[in-house]
């Protein structure tokens, strides 16, 4: 049977706009559980915005790796697509605030739906095209990871920027 990527990706779309919907409420809904935080989003931060687009994406990466083995293109194709969509997050906010103001939660959520379609278009057709070389997959797997793991910090330990920033609270992450 011939496994279609594009089907993937449709499927990783789905999964991640889903999975990162719950992980906005996740922590919330636990009570502010300490072993929630790390992958939900603990304020309205862009930053924790982007952490909802992360970790769906990384964990339907690792599995669809199992299906598609035999791609070395895979993790930097992964990584370009990842990298896309958590980058459109912030420069469509910041670009949108500076120009109008303020921009309403339903702009907010188009926001992470477009950047999560943006990623899996870019991944798509980066996996069809196979122009990314291949021969050190491991660098870009090692990329998303350091790039989970700068989320997991940052929920704890953030930087005092504006992206860290929760604008209704004005505070930084969480406290452990």
């Not at 300490?34 to 930053?47: D, H, K, M, Q, T």
Request: with cysteine; glycine share 10%.
């Amino acid at each position: 049977m011939k496994r279609d990527i594009s089907l993937w990706q449709l499927g990783g779309f789905g999964i991640t706009a889903a999975g990162g919907t719950l992980l906005h409420f996740l922590y919330d809904w636990t009570g502010e559980a300490l072993l929630c935080a790390p992958f939900s989003g603990v304020n309205e931060s862009i930053w924790e915005h982007m952490k909802l687009l992360y970790f769906p994406m990384a964990a339907f990466a690792c599995i669809q790796r199992c299906a598609f083995p035999e791609r070395e293109n895979f993790w930097p194709a992964k990584l370009c697509g990842m990298a896309a969509g958590l980058l459109f997050i912030p420069i469509t906010f910041y670009t949108y605030n500076g120009a109008v103001g303020k921009s309403p939660d339903w702009l907010n959520i188009g926001i992470y739906f477009a950047a999560a379609a943006l990623a899996f278009l870019l991944e798509t057709r980066l996996f069809r095209k196979g122009t990314l070389p291949g021969r050190r997959p491991w660098l870009a797997a090692a990329a998303i990871a350091l790039i989970g793991a700068l989320f997991v910090l940052f929920t704890f330990v953030p930087p005092k920027l504006p992206l860290f920033r929760d604008p209704l609270t004005g505070t930084y992450g969480r406290k452990i």
